[in-house]
T-cell receptor, first 109, second 112 residues
Framework: KNEVEQSPQNLTAQEGEFITINCSYSVGISALHWLQQHPGGGIVSLFMLSSGKKKHGRLIATINIQEKHSSLHITASHPRDSAVYICAVDQGGSEKLVFGKGTKLTVNP | DTGVSQDPRHKITKRGQNVTFRCDPISEHNRLYWYRQTLGQGPEFLTYFQNEAQLEKSRLLSDRFSAERPKGSFSTLEIQRTEQGDSAMYLC??????????FGPGTRLTVL
């Protein structure tokens, strides 16, 4: 079993829909990261959080430390949100990231 | 553009050849990480540097792999005697301790 599990693996939505991507982890962490990867490989950090909730534009990330679970929400989804969204955790120390397999999101116009 | 650059962006090589990749991190970042990503998978940790010191290496990093970060600036990752299983995207990231990592665009390696 992977240390970081994401669901769903693939997600197709219509423009304007509310999107939720889930992440569960099995290890103690220092921080959880949500990342976005576009075709071609480039990875962009969306959020780094260790408790509570963060919001940036239409994106919201929440984490429940006790349940070892995090969610990434996208409100009013748009085709440009189409990408792979990756959850990763770090356990402090080296802060090396342990990644989930990613969720491929496709938003249709 | 995250401020982290990698060179080359693509590399095609024949099995048995040596290859070297370069990563230029954000200049004030003291930590530099190398990850490897195969198709359909999330990235996996390879190694990391704090300044010029290589402090941790993954078991994924066989003896054919070596990484350096001279003077705590740019880093190189060399793969000797490449194998087809080395085909992957090699990602570099840099950070300040305690803060988010910034990723480069990656080097896609294809071993024929």
């Amino acid at each position: 079993k992977n240390e970081v599990e994401q669901s769903p693996q693939n997600l197709t939505a219509q423009e304007g829909e509310f999107i939720t991507i889930n992440c569960s982890y099995s290890v103690g962490i220092s921080a959880l990261h949500w990342l976005q990867q576009h075709p071609g490989g480039g990875i962009v950090s969306l959020f780094m959080l260790s408790s509570g909730k963060k919001k940036h534009g239409r994106l919201i990330a929440t984490i429940n430390i006790q349940e070892k679970h995090s969610s990434l929400h996208i409100t009013a989804s748009h085709p440009r949100d189409s990408a792979v969204y990756i959850c990763a955790v770090d356990q402090g120390g080296s802060e090396k990231l342990v990644f989930g397999k990613g969720t491929k999101l496709t938003v249709n116009p | 553009d995250t401020g982290v650059s990698q060179d080359p962006r693509h590399k095609i090589t024949k099995r048995g050849q040596n290859v070297t990749f370069r990563c230029d991190p954000i200049s004030e970042h003291n930590r530099l990480y190398w990850y490897r990503q195969t198709l359909g998978q999330g990235p996996e940790f390879l190694t990391y540097f704090q300044n010029e010191a290589q402090l941790e290496k993954s078991r994924l990093l066989s003896d054919r792999f070596s990484a350096e970060r001279p003077k705590g600036s740019f880093s190189t990752l060399e793969i000797q005697r490449t194998e087809q299983g080395d085909s992957a995207m090699y990602l570099c990231a840099s950070s300040l301790q305690g803060y988010e990592q910034f990723f480069g665009p990656g080097t896609r390696l294809t071993v024929l």
